[in-house]
């Protein structure tokens, strides 16, 4: 017999929906404050149910059927919910880091535009991201996947008035919709194979009718990816995430940092059953994702916007999840998307503080000396920028970093090669992040602050800061005397790693190894940014040097690529075509049909004498055919 | 005798033919057309001495009545087109003009 309190699990998608229904239909009527506070009470709501489901678990995946969706023969889709530990872990940190973003925005979005709107889009985002998480279909899935796509979409636009800004947000939703197509392609062949959609029985029906390796399980998984890798803005489908940025300083917080980008971690995640029966795909997984990380640390590490730094931080770090998904380490991946989600936002979060204070400034270049006015920002950034570097011991992103870089290297999938990537990554992160600290907060004051934030902008600040160093702490490995609890409570729903293989180092050596990574990374862009400022302007003075600085700063030059390759053909292509060619045809029809119109207009010309002249002439040609 | 009956018939149709297509006047338009149908029915009587029937004559009578009833209308439309162009010019009348 399950909690009574489970019967409540379909509100927690319903809620954020119905506040996002009425904000839309009566945002404007029922002013900033009410939609405000309604805004934010239904992520309270849904994320006070998802805790009072979280402390009830009983460890029994639980599945709820709100109603039949579809059915047309042997097709049934259900409106159902799914729990297991997976979906409470995941329902949890979405719905409370949802919840301190709401309150964040109530304060900073205030001079803004459209302020009951952004709550609507919020909410209505909340809502697609708690049926992704909670679905147990793919098709519920999907529902969800397209929902938060177009509340990206909404958001990244949000100040539509400002071309750039609608641009950006359809590059964000065409480049995701490419991944989409190939998502949709694997649910056709998994159905058309299978004969469901549902995820348990899918996955069960997987592993009974394909052997591992199988080409059917190989080409789902690969569509699978595909969908996830646009989502999760991974190589090759990148390039939107740092566009994105357009978006309000919340927005790019929650869903383009937080949440939905990790998405794609969680469907593979959820899918691994299937994952488990193609290894060519899981390599593919987690070859992304070493990629992923290393192409995307280099970007990070010569952007001067400071949201487009924290953009390819994010994709970098989403790449790690990426590598410990391909390594058949599922918790792992689970443990860095919640931590990440709570640092990452963070640092959003500060950043947010630090271009308001600075009425609108996104060039870190131009900010500089800014820890003694602000404060608060300075040590978000210090405390979130080390759990995202990985500061040993006492901070959230050193234990989860620590365990993926770990599984990289050990796990059955691992190898050497993955491990050193890692590890390269982790030296980035020190460098790129660090460097962002170094120039806004250190150094002369170039721009005043003339915003401080008030409470309701510090506070969620100040919790987050707190889980930023704590939340690694549910995670602790063994080797370091700790009890390994988020993986043991996933281990119902994501397998724990198989048997270590045999490794020259153990993990600690892998933590101490990873902890010098980040040691060494701090001091050197510590001397490079303020001790010695002239070893920076040395080493930009060579050609080579600036050209790389070039390449990684246009992001490798994909979007370069992509420009030429795709983008300007398609735009050619539908240009020469805008006459369209097969709409020649029927344009004849309609211009001989107009000419024999204005042919026989001629004979209607009002003059009975001529019409009874015609009626003569045409019995005169009868009488002559006739008596021929 | 028939003969000349007959040719005397298509006399008078060419002539009403001719007076319809080349007349303006509306009142003179009518006239062609009564020579018209007059001519249709001595043909109509030329064709009935000749083969010794009575159904020629009685056509002619049709004819008469028919064309007492056009000439009734024909002059109401005439009037009512005087009414509103002041003349009776049927070139005039085109202002259904495609």
Redesign the interface.
Same mark, same amino acid.
């Given at each position: 017999m399950h909690p009574a309190i489970y019967n409540a699990l379909w509100l927690e998608p319903v809620i954020p929906f119905a506040s996002s229904f009425v904000l839309l239909v009566a945002g404007r009527k029922m002013g900033r404050r009410a939609a405000a506070w309604l805004g934010s009470c239904s992520i309270l709501a849904s994320f006070l149910i998802a805790l009072a489901i979280a402390v009830a678990w009983d460890g029994a995946p639980f599945t709820q059927t709100v109603w039949h969706w579809i059915a047309v023969g042997s097709f049934q889709v259900d409106m159902g919910l799914y729990l297991d530990a997976l979906s409470v872990v995941m329902t949890l940190a979405v719905s409370f880091v949802s919840f301190l973003i709401h309150v964040y925005s109530t304060e900073h979005m205030r001079e803004s535009e459209g302020y009951e709107r952004f709550f609507a889009y919020m909410n209505l985002f909340v809502a697609s991201m708690l049926t992704l998480t909670l679905a147990n279909n793919l098709l519920l899935l999907l529902l969800g996947w397209e929902g938060v796509g177009l509340c990206s979409y909404l958001l990244i636009g949000f100040w539509y008035g400002d071309e750039a800004n609608g641009l950006a947000g359809r590059k964000a939703f065409i480049v995701t919709r490419t991944g989409d197509t190939a998502f949709i392609l694997g649910l056709f062949l998994l159905f058309n194979q299978l004969g469901t959609l549902d995820i348990q029985p899918l996955l069960q029906r997987a592993a009974a009718h394909w052997h591992v390796g199988a080409a059917a399980a190989e080409v789902a998984a690969f569509l699978l990816l595909g969908g996830a890798v646009g989502k999760s803005a991974q190589l090759p489908l990148q390039t939107w995430l740092p566009d994105a940025m357009a978006g309000p300083t919340p927005t790019s917080a929650l869903i383009h940092a937080a949440t939905m980008v990790t998405a794609g971690v969680y469907l593979i995640a959820r899918m691994h059953g299937l994952y488990e029966l193609a290894p060519a795909a899981l390599f593919a997984v987690a070859l992304i994702g070493f990629a992923t990380l290393l192409l995307a640390g280099c970007s990070a590490l010569t952007q001067h916007d400071i949201k487009r730094i924290l953009a390819y931080s994010t994709v970098s770090q989403i790449g790690y999840m990426f590598l410990a998904l391909g390594v058949g380490a599922w918790s792992a991946a689970i443990f860095h998307l919640v931590t990440h989600a709570f640092f990452k936002a963070l640092l959003f979060l500060a950043s947010g503080v630090v271009i308001h204070a600075l009425n609108d400034e996104h060039d870190i270049f131009r900010m500089g000396g800014l820890r003694h006015k602000l404060p608060l920002a300075f040590w978000c950034f210090v405390l979130a920028g080390c759990s995202l570097a990985g500061l040993p011991l006492i901070t959230a992103g050193f234990y989860s970093k620590g365990l993926i870089i770990w599984q990289a290297y050990s796990s059955p999938l691992g190898t050497t090669w993955l491990w050193i990537g890692a590890l390269t990554g982790a030296f980035l992160t020190a460098l790129y992040i660090f460097r962002l600290i170094f120039v806004v907060f250190y150094g002369s004051e170039k721009l005043a602050p003339q915003h401080f934030p008030g409470p309701a902008v510090q506070w969620p600040m100040v919790v987050l800061a707190f889980l930023s160093m704590v939340a690694g702490f549910i995670d602790l490995p063994v080797a370091l005397g700790g009890g390994e609890h988020l993986s043991r409570f996933l281990a119902p729903a994501l397998p724990l790693v198989a048997q270590a293989r045999p490794t020259a180092l153990g993990e600690i050596g892998s933590e101490v190894i990873a902890a010098i990574v980040f040691f060494v990374g701090v001091y050197l862009i510590y001397l490079f940014q303020l001790q010695r400022p002239s070893l920076t302007e040395t080493l930009m003075a060579g050609g080579f040097t600036q050209g790389l600085h070039r390449y990684w700063y246009s992001d490798w030059g994909m979007d370069w690529l992509y420009d030429r390759a795709l983008v300007r053909p398609t735009i050619a292509v539908a240009r020469a075509d805008q006459h369209d060619v097969v709409d020649l045809f029927f344009a004849g029809i309609g211009a001989l049909c107009g000419g024999l119109y204005r042919g026989l207009r001629l004979t209607q010309n009002g003059q009975v004498r001529r019409y009874a002249a015609w009626i003569a002439a045409g019995a005169i040609l009868l009488l002559v055919v006739g008596l021929w | 005798m028939t003969h000349m009956g007959l040719l005397l018939a298509a006399v008078l149709f060419v002539l009403g033919?001719a007076g319809?297509?080349a007349r %303006?006047n509306l009142l003179m338009?009518l006239v062609s057309i009564e020579i018209m149908l007059n001519a249709a029915g001595l043909a109509f009587i030329a064709a009935g001495a000749a083969w010794n029937q009575p159904d020629g004559q009685v056509m002619f009578l049709f004819i008469l009545t028919v064309a007492a009833a056009e000439v009734a209308v024909g002059l109401a439309l005439v009037l009512q087109l005087h009414h509103q162009t002041k003349s009776v010019d049927?070139?005039r009348?085109? %202002?259904? %003009?495609?």
């Open positions: - | 033919l319809l297509l %303006r338009i049927a070139d009348a085109n %202002r259904m %003009r495609g």
